[in-house]
């Protein structure tokens, strides 16, 4: 063999390779979702999810976080931005206080919220939620990254099927 038969299997191998890691990543679920601080100009204290893992159709979510706010926020806008399997799916922007009790006191403070998780995603989803204030300074951002099984349980992987 020559250097360039060589040189050109060694391409194509590599190439192959790194195709075949982008589509793991991208197919086999990861088993467990986070609720992280994506970048809070505010302390916060303590961040749960449940469920703990992958998530199914219509399954309830629960959020919690705590932190802390120093000074008191009137009013301000929601920025909620999800993406499935890394591309942007949606976007919006609502009323601070839809989601918060205003004006926010200075002071600890927690946002707990409840939802149906939408059947409409499957896969690797990532939610980003940024909290502004009344004169638009970000001061909360939360992020929810999660594997959606895309079926009516939550169960992953190849023998997932035996304890439904």
Not at 25 to 42: Q, Y
Not at 47 to 54: E, H, K, R
Not at 135 to 154: D, E, I, M
Request: charge should be neutral.
């Amino acid at each position: 063999m020559t250097s360039a038969m060589i040189s050109a299997m060694t391409s194509t191998m590599t190439s192959t390779m790194t195709f075949t890691l982008i589509l793991f990543a991208l197919l086999v679920p990861g088993g467990v979702a986070s609720l992280v601080d994506c970048g809070s100009a505010f302390p916060v204290n303590h961040l749960t999810i449940d469920p703990p893992s992958a998530v199914g159709i219509n399954q309830l979510v629960r959020m919690h976080g705590a932190f802390y706010v120093p000074e008191t926020v009137l009013n301000g806008t929601v920025h909620t931005k999800v993406s499935m399997n890394f591309v942007n799916v949606f976007e919006s922007t609502e009323n601070l206080c839809t989601h918060v009790t205003c004006p926010l006191e200075a002071g600890h403070q927690s946002l707990n919220r409840t939802t149906h998780f939408p059947p409409e995603l499957w896969g690797r989803v990532r939610t980003t939620f940024q909290f502004y204030d009344q004169v638009k300074r970000p001061f909360l951002c939360l992020q929810y990254n999660v594997f959606a099984t895309g079926s009516a349980t939550n169960y992953t992987g190849w023998l997932g099927f035996l304890a439904a």
